[in-house]
């Protein structure tokens, strides 16, 4: 139960770095009963304070939240509520679905492309630039649990081997709030 607490451009005192030790031992004891690891990063931005928190659950589960107010305290206490409602949401997700997650996972590559503006001739030999690049593991989960696994991760987007046909999927969060989901076996069996 690894909890590393840090600061950037501030000191955390013992008082908060107690009450923040605190609080979210007790959050995971409460919701979840399991060993965890993490870390909660502050950092003072100008006139405001942020709170950067992200648990790893000994499940595999990772549970991310943020948080900016103009008080220390405040800021970790709107990020701990925010853990807190996750961990609540993945409790109810466990008792109501009773998933059988495999835990089956694959390492997958992505890269993320420079592409000119739309006004822009494009050449004859064009190749896109390579911005950003890494990889992440794919998780053979049911589309549930790759749409809460987006919400406690708090992601634009999510990979994952679908466990009812094995095909890789995408779920996403839509500009206009909502979730989409991207099955290519779904277009297969429509042809």
């Known amino acids: ?8 451009h501030m000191d955390i005192g013992d008082s908060l770095k107690g009450r923040i030790e605190e609080r979210m031992e007790d959050a995971v ?12 990063n502050m950092e003072k931005q100008g006139s405001f304070f942020s709170t ?12 991310q ?16 509520e925010r853990i807190e409602k996750r961990l609540r949401r993945y409790k109810r997700k466990l008792k109501d ?7 089956e996972a694959h390492a997958a590559a992505y890269a993320v492309m420079s ?8 050449a004859e030999d064009f190749a896109p630039l390579v911005v950003a690049e890494s990889t992440l593991t794919v998780r053979t989960q049911t589309v549930a649990m790759a749409v809460m696994q987006l ?14 046909n094995g095909t890789v999927n995408v ?21």
């Not at 139960?1 to 950037?8: P, Q, T, V, W, Y």
């Not at 679905?97 to 835990?103: D, M």
């Open 1 to 8: 139960m690894a909890l590393r607490i840090s600061g950037k």
């Open 29 to 40: 004891a409460k919701y979840f009963g399991h060993g965890y690891s993490g870390h909660v």
């Open 52 to 63: 950067d928190c992200m648990l790893h659950l000994d499940s595999g589960v990772v549970l």
């Open 65 to 80: 939240t943020s948080a900016r107010e103009a008080d220390p305290h405040a800021s970790f206490d709107k990020a701990a």
């Open 97 to 103: 679905h009773h998933n059988s997650n495999s835990g």
């Open 115 to 122: 592409t000119p503006s739309d006004d822009e001739e494009l």
């Open 151 to 164: 919400e406690l991760m708090d992601e634009p987007v999510n990979v994952f081997k679908n466990a009812a």
């Open 171 to 191: 779920v996403y969060r839509r500009s206009d709030g909502n979730i989409g989901w991207v099955d290519p076996a779904l277009m297969k069996q429509t042809n």
